[in-house]
């Protein structure tokens, strides 16, 4: 069973606009949700990330959202650059320290 | 260089043949996990260890499938008999446990394994 679901395989932007990037997840028990960004050929960065106790955590350009009732979190990118352009995977844990539990991805295109 | 290494990056080879992999964590990073990833999906979580003890290990990890870490710092995963079905990309990465409360993991570029 898909514990974390990213329903939306790609997503396009025009360069300065918001980017918006959604998850879901069925699993109650989990306490930590992460952001990660991945270029072709290299691993997955760490981006951004939200515990369960919070409903908001902004870095910058990137804001994470929660909402636990609704089982869904989202990544807002603004505004959006070029640079941008890569898979981003949500991702999930149960336990401190544990495994992480990833969505399919969304490829994000960022059109100048 | 402070990042996770992973060595070879490309491996090709033949169904039923031995392939091992192997990941150098950050330095002092106790917690170690390795990751499966296939064409379009998202990295698929094999096993993990702290220090030396393997922690966990994913139901999905057939007995083929070995890993260690002996001393604690670098770890091997090991495949024996490989099949067609285990071509894909394999990712290391590693964190300090409790360092952190959001348990970022630091991932390594991965091996991309082709079974012919």
């Known amino acids: 069973d898909q514990q974390v679901k990213q329903n939306s395989p790609s997503l396009s932007v025009q360069e300065g606009r918001i980017s918006i990037l959604n998850c879901d997840y069925t699993?109650?028990?989990?306490?930590?949700f992460l952001w990660y960004k991945k270029y072709p050929a290299e691993g997955p960065t760490f981006l951004i990330s939200?515990?369960?106790?919070?409903d908001k955590n902004e870095d910058g350009r990137f804001t994470v959202f929660l909402n636990k009732s609704a089982k869904h979190l989202s990544l807002h990118i603004v505004p959006s650059q070029p640079g941008d352009s890569a898979v981003y995977f949500c991702?999930?844990?149960?336990?401190?320290?544990?495994?992480?539990?990833f969505g399919q991805g969304t490829e994000l295109s960022v059109k100048p | 260089d402070t990042g996770v290494s992973q060595n070879p990056r490309h491996k090709i080879t033949k169904r039923g043949q031995n392939v091992t992999f192997r990941c150098d964590p950050i330095?002092?990073?106790?917690?170690l996990y390795w990751y499966r990833q296939t064409l379009g999906q998202g990295p698929e979580f094999l096993t993990y260890?702290?220090?030396?003890?393997?922690?966990?290990k994913s139901r999905l990890l057939s007995d083929r499938f070995s890993a260690e870490r002996p001393k604690g710092s670098f770890s091997t995963l090991e495949i024996q008999r490989t099949e067609q079905g285990d071509s894909a990309m394999y990712l290391c990465?590693?964190?300090?446990?409790?360092?952190?409360?959001?348990?970022?993991?630091?991932f390594g570029p991965g091996t991309r394994l082709t079974v012919l």
């Open positions: 990465a590693s964190s300090l446990a409790w360092d952190s409360p959001y348990n970022e993991q630091f």
């Open positions: 939200i515990s369960s106790i919070k």
């Open positions: 991702a999930a844990s149960s336990v401190q320290g544990g495994k992480l539990i």
């Open positions: 260890f702290q220090n030396e003890a393997q922690l966990e």
């Open positions: 330095s002092e990073h106790n917690r």
């Open positions: 699993n109650s028990m989990f306490d930590y």
